[in-house]
Each structure stands twice: as C-alpha cells, then as structure tokens.
C-alpha cells in the first residue's frame, strides 16, 4: 500500500510527532502471518538510481524465489552481528536528514528505522554494479515482497544478534542476497538455509546435519554459525567488511590470492580493485544495493509497509523428543507454522538427541510449556506399539501405519534386515502429511545418506558450448539435462564446467507422491523449482499445457524421485 506523503509540514510538529511515534511500545499479539505488502508508486516519485540518499522509509514485504541475475547458490554461512547505539532519522524543513540521538534500539517503532540507523557499510556510490543491482530491484517489486513478507518472521532476531555483536546491520539484508529469506531454500551445490550454508561450511561452524534434524536450516543455530563465520573474515582481512562479505561468497582462499597478487603489483588491495570471480563482484554490490533501496525506497519507486520492532518468536524448551503435529495443537497454532519457524526439524518430530527446543510466536510460548509438562513419553511423540506378525517386514509395518520405512528403522533403531516375528516395534500412531516444503527437505537427505552410489557421469564444458548442444549429442532432452544440473535450458554455460549426464545410480528408490496446494501469489516456475522439477514435467504430471493458468486451492501432483538425492 503506497503510504501518503507530507507537504510541507510544519518543522516543530513533524519532529515532535515522530519522536513520539518512534517511542511507542508495542505489544507482541498472535495472528496468522500474513505477509506485509510492497507497492509501486507512480513513475514521477521515482529517482535516478545513482542519487539515494539515507532517509527513514517504510519496511518492505515478501518476495519471490527467483533471484536476481547471477544470485549466489551456494555460498557458504557466515555471521555477523551489528550496531547498538542507535539513532532515529527524522526530515527537516528543507527535506534533508537529520539524525536524533538518544533513541534506544527498542524504541522505534519501525523495524527498518532501527535498521537504518546502524547501516556502517559505503553505499557504493559512483560504483556501476552497484546501480545495476538497485536497478533490478527496483524493477521486482515483487521479488521484495516475498523475500521481506518472510523476512518478517526472522528479521527481528537476526538484526537484535547483530547489535549484540556491533557487526554492521546491512548484514541483516544478506539472506535477501543468499535466499530470499526462504528457509527451505536448497541449491544445486546442497547449501541449505537463510544464510545458504554448504555441509562441509556448516559443520565447521557447529551445525549439526542428520536424518532428524540440519542446523543449517535452523533459524537461531545457522544465524550464529553465519555470524560466527562473517566476524571471523572481517578479522581475517583486517577489518574490511566488502572483502569478509566476498570471501563469504567464494571462500576466503580466493580473496585472499587475489590480494596477494594485487600487493605484489602495487595495486590496492580493495574490493573494487581486486580480480575475483563474476558472481563475487556482483554479490557485494547486489547486498550495497539492498542498503540503498532499504534506506530510501521511495526515490525508487517503492514504498514498504512497516515491519513492527518487537519479537515474533521465542525460543522454548522442549526437554526431549516430540511430534511436531502435537507440539502446534498444545501451542494453539498450525503445524505449517510451527514449521515455518523450526525449518530444521524435516520430520514429524524433533530429533531424539536434541536440540531441545523449539521456536514458537510469543504469544503462544507459555501455554505451550504449561501443556508440554501434563504429557507422557509415547503422548509426546503420538506412538503406539505394534507386535510383528508373521509376513510383517519393515516396508509392509510402514504403510500400514502411513509412513516411511525410515521413519520404523530410527524409530526403533533397527539394523537393515528382516523383523523378528513377537517384537514390538514403536510406530506413529497419527502421521498427517508434512508441509510440501518439510516433505521435500525430507527428501534431499534421504536420496543422499546411507547407500551406496555410482558416480555420475560427468561432462567438462568446451568453449561455445550449450546445454541444448551437449543435449542433442548425447541424445537427451534439453529439459532433463538442466533438470539434473538445477539449471534452467536457457541458462548459458561456461568453458570448464562441470557437467552431469546421468544422476549416478543409488539403491533403488520408490517414487513417492505427493500433493500442492496452489497458494495466493504461486506460479507454475515458482512450483517446478521448489520441487527441483522441470515446468514440462509439472505440467504433464497434471495434464496442463503451457496455456494453463492455475487458481488458489488447486491441487498439483508431485512425483519425488532419486534425483532429489
């Protein structure tokens, strides 16, 4: 919604009521999320790109998961933590800006505005690749909207840690870069999260990864870890936070030979002076971009509604295992909620040997820890014990009780091999399909732990090469060949890279089917690249032309198969 604008306003009124806006308390109150909303406002509000200026605006809401050109898939998590004494930003009588002291960081009113406040970072002004970032922005709003009507379940927390650590609070628009704040996101190179963590980095930094449960997805665990990882670069490069940010995209080993080779040339060793990789030298100016846009939307045509400065969730103990379809009613919210902010936990439980807690809305942590304490073990986790019968095997107990063969062997901790006839088993008494995003999560560890592989064949690209040409002479469709690779067909290739050609081969693996609910906003790109599919298999999976539009509510058919692995 584009917000009214003030003509003329008196100076002494305009402060007085701002300061006095800034100063209200608010007090947290559940409601479903609903995402804010991002408008266009009309073209004559719109400035140059290359003349931002540092003004208070509103906050913006959510986006789309389609990154900007050349956005980073799989950068390693880093942290970083920002500033603490902060200060408003009011306009004065002539239109310039104007910062009042004294302001604590909990008394803005507007998430952003405490933001603003403690931006440290250059703006990149008279810097091209800055300008052609904010460019992109400027013109997806409504990938804004989707990244920022996410961000408002994080933001707070995130941007409370950085202040802690007096790390600068642009850091807090990296996950805009890294992932459109989408928990679930997960790249072709296996990074996971909000701050787009590989395994390797992730376990570096403390994040545990298995079958219950991946820290990298965790909203309060990966933000530490990327925190941990930016404050340790920054220290690494002598305190130059573009170069920790770069070597956050391509590994400090690169910046760090880079800078070498510049020092013995006798060249700057800056980030605008150094050699690195394309998708580093946009990756810095695409986060100075959002730093721009963020602090004065409207001479780019946008306007944000306001993000509220208080909490959203609470972090609460659970002192053990529990179903998380329990764990929502005790807590008097919806499972997909409660998934939405414990991305970590990709079953239908919290993992056995911890973490044990969990992230609830504020207002629903206290009846949940009243109700958790009235529960007994096998209440906590919906289970009921079965006697294996003649006949039963492991797969048979599974879709009896509507579950997966994995979910019996962990449960029980069972070997591979057959059941013993007079056992008892645990089994999930009441398991209801997991949230499209948890079921997918679920998939991607399972297809990649615990089986034996054959490597996959690989093709190194040659100059002039393309997908539709490597396709065509190793007779395949153009489509299942970016499938394999996370690539879409049009999607150029590089001299030297590394191409599949066949997805390796696995111990064999059930397809397994599921349904979508189409949500207000989806688009049939949008859903093919949430489920790693191609759009003709989508389409074809529901007999669907490229001519089909779809509606909310619709159901689309999903196929899971190995090449989720």
Same mark, same amino acid.
């Given at each position: 919604?584009?917000?009214?604008?003030?003509?003329?306003?008196?100076?002494?009124?305009?402060?007085?009521?701002?300061?006095?806006?800034?100063?209200?308390?608010?007090?947290?109150?559940?409601?479903?999320?609903?995402?804010?909303?991002?408008?266009?406002?009309?073209?004559?509000?719109?400035?140059?790109?290359?003349?931002?200026?540092?003004?208070? %605006?509103?906050?913006?809401?959510?986006?789309?998961?389609?990154?900007?050109?050349?956005?980073?898939?799989?950068?390693?998590?880093?942290?970083?933590?920002?500033?603490?004494?902060?200060?408003?930003?009011?306009?004065?009588?002539?239109?310039?800006?104007?910062?009042?002291?004294?302001?604590?960081?909990?008394?803005?009113?507007?998430?952003?505005?405490?933001?603003?406040?403690?931006?440290?970072?250059?703006?990149?002004?008279?810097?091209?690749?800055?300008?052609?970032?904010?460019?992109?922005?400027?013109?997806?709003? +409504?990938?804004?909207?989707?990244?920022?009507?996410?961000?408002?379940?994080?933001?707070?927390? =995130?941007?409370?840690?950085?202040?802690?650590?007096?790390?600068?609070?642009?850091?807090?628009?990296?996950?805009?870069?890294?992932?459109?704040?989408?928990?679930?996101?997960?790249?072709?190179?296996?990074?996971?999260?909000?701050?787009?963590?590989?395994?390797?980095?992730?376990?570096?930094?403390?994040?545990?990864?298995?079958?219950?449960?991946?820290?990298?997805?965790?909203?309060?665990?990966?933000?530490?870890?990327?925190?941990?990882?930016?404050?340790?670069?920054?220290?690494?490069?002598?305190?130059?936070? #573009?170069?920790? =940010?770069?070597?956050?995209?391509?590994?400090?080993?690169?910046?760090?030979?880079?800078?070498?080779?510049?020092?013995?040339? %006798?060249?700057?060793?800056?980030?605008?002076?150094?050699?690195?990789?394309?998708?580093?030298?946009?990756?810095?100016?695409?986060?100075?971009?959002?730093?721009?846009?963020?602090?004065?939307?409207?001479?780019? %045509?946008?306007?944000?509604?306001?993000?509220?400065?208080?909490?959203?969730?609470?972090?609460?103990?659970?002192?053990?295992? =529990?179903?998380?379809?329990?764990?929502?009613?005790?807590?008097?919210?919806?499972?997909?909620?409660?998934?939405?902010?414990?991305?970590?936990?990709?079953?239908?439980?919290?993992?056995?040997?911890?973490?044990?807690?969990?992230?609830?809305?504020?207002?629903?942590?206290?009846?949940?820890?009243?109700?958790?304490?009235?529960?007994?073990?096998? /209440?906590?986790?919906?289970?009921?014990?079965?006697?294996?019968?003649?006949?039963?095997?492991?797969?048979?107990?599974?879709?009896?009780?509507?579950?997966?063969?994995?979910? =019996?062997?962990?449960?029980?901790?069972?070997?591979?091999?057959?059941?013993?006839?007079?056992?008892?088993?645990?089994?999930?008494?009441?398991?209801?399909? #997991?949230?499209?995003?948890?079921?997918?999560?679920?998939?991607?560890?399972? *297809?990649?732990? *615990?089986?034996?592989?054959?490597?996959?064949?690989? /093709?190194?690209?040659?100059?002039?090469?393309?997908?539709?040409?490597?396709?065509?002479?190793?007779?395949?469709?153009?489509?299942?060949?970016?499938?394999?690779?996370?690539?879409?067909?049009?999607?150029?290739?590089?001299?030297?890279?590394?191409?599949?050609?066949?997805?390796?081969?696995?111990?064999?693996?059930?397809?397994?089917?599921?349904?979508?609910?189409?949500? +207000?906003?989806?688009?049939?790109?949008?859903?093919?690249?949430?489920? /790693?599919?191609?759009?003709?298999?989508?389409?074809?999976?529901?007999?669907?032309?490229?001519?089909?539009?779809?509606?909310? %509510?619709?159901?689309?058919?999903?196929?899971?198969?190995?090449?989720?692995?």
């Amino acid at each position: 919604m584009t917000r009214p604008r003030l003509r003329n306003p008196r100076p002494a009124l305009l402060i007085l009521t701002l300061l006095a806006l800034s100063a209200c308390a608010h007090s947290p109150s559940h409601a479903p999320h609903t995402p804010a909303a991002v408008a266009v406002l009309p073209a004559q509000a719109a400035a140059p790109v290359s003349t931002a200026t540092t003004v208070p %605006g509103a906050a913006v809401a959510a986006t789309s998961l389609l990154a900007p050109p050349g956005q980073p898939q799989d950068a390693a998590t880093a942290p970083v933590a920002a500033a603490a004494d902060s200060a408003a930003l009011v306009i004065d009588p002539a239109g310039t800006p104007t910062q009042v002291a004294g302001l604590a960081p909990t008394q803005y009113g507007d998430l952003f505005d405490r933001m603003r406040a403690g931006f440290k970072l250059d703006d990149g002004l008279n810097h091209r690749a800055v300008d052609e970032q904010l460019r992109w922005y400027a013109n997806n709003p +409504e990938y804004l909207q989707r990244a920022f009507g996410r961000a408002d379940l994080y933001l707070y927390y =995130i941007v409370t840690e950085l202040e802690r650590r007096n790390m600068p609070l642009e850091i807090a628009l990296l996950p805009v870069v890294e992932s459109a704040f989408e928990p679930y996101a997960y790249s072709p190179a296996s990074a996971a999260g909000l701050w787009q963590f590989i395994p390797g980095t992730g376990s570096r930094f403390g994040l545990k990864q298995d079958w219950w449960y991946d820290g990298r997805r965790d909203i309060v665990e990966s933000t530490r870890a990327a925190l941990d990882y930016l404050q340790y670069l920054h220290d690494e490069f002598n305190g130059d936070w #573009l170069l920790a =940010i770069a070597a956050y995209n391509c590994g400090e080993a690169l910046v760090e030979r880079a800078a070498a080779a510049n020092r013995a040339a %006798g060249r700057s060793v800056d980030f605008w002076s150094l050699w690195l990789p394309g998708e580093t030298r946009a990756y810095v100016p695409k986060l100075l971009a959002m730093k721009r846009l963020v602090s004065d939307p409207e001479s780019y %045509g946008i306007a944000f509604s306001p993000i509220p400065n208080q909490p959203y969730f609470a972090r609460v103990q659970t002192d053990g295992q =529990i179903n998380m379809k329990l764990a929502a009613e005790i807590a008097g919210i919806s499972p997909a909620e409660l998934y939405e902010l414990n991305p970590a936990f990709h079953r239908f439980a919290t993992d056995p040997s911890g973490p044990f807690f969990l992230l609830l809305p504020v207002d629903a942590s206290d009846v949940f820890s009243e109700n958790i304490t009235q529960l007994t073990e096998e /209440q906590r986790l919906g289970l009921t014990r079965y006697t294996v019968r003649r006949g039963d095997s492991v797969v048979s107990v599974a879709k009896r009780f509507n579950t997966t063969a994995a979910v =019996i062997r962990e449960m029980n901790d069972l070997p591979q091999g057959p059941l013993t006839v007079g056992e008892d088993v645990r089994v999930p008494s009441a398991v209801t399909d #997991l949230p499209a995003k948890v079921m997918l999560a679920a998939a991607q560890v399972d *297809g990649g732990h *615990g089986r034996s592989r054959t490597r996959a064949h690989v /093709q190194v690209v040659r100059r002039g090469e393309s997908l539709w040409s490597i396709a065509r002479r190793h007779g395949m469709s153009v489509d299942t060949l970016a499938m394999m690779n996370g690539m879409h067909p049009d999607d150029a290739l590089r001299a030297g890279q590394r191409i599949k050609l066949s997805q390796g081969s696995a111990a064999p693996h059930k397809v397994r089917h599921m349904t979508y609910t189409v949500r +207000e906003g989806d688009t049939v790109p949008q859903i093919a690249r949430l489920f /790693q599919c191609s759009v003709p298999q989508l389409l074809a999976w529901n007999g669907l032309s490229s001519k089909s539009h779809i509606h909310t %509510g619709q159901k689309l058919h999903i196929h899971l198969g190995p090449r989720h692995g």
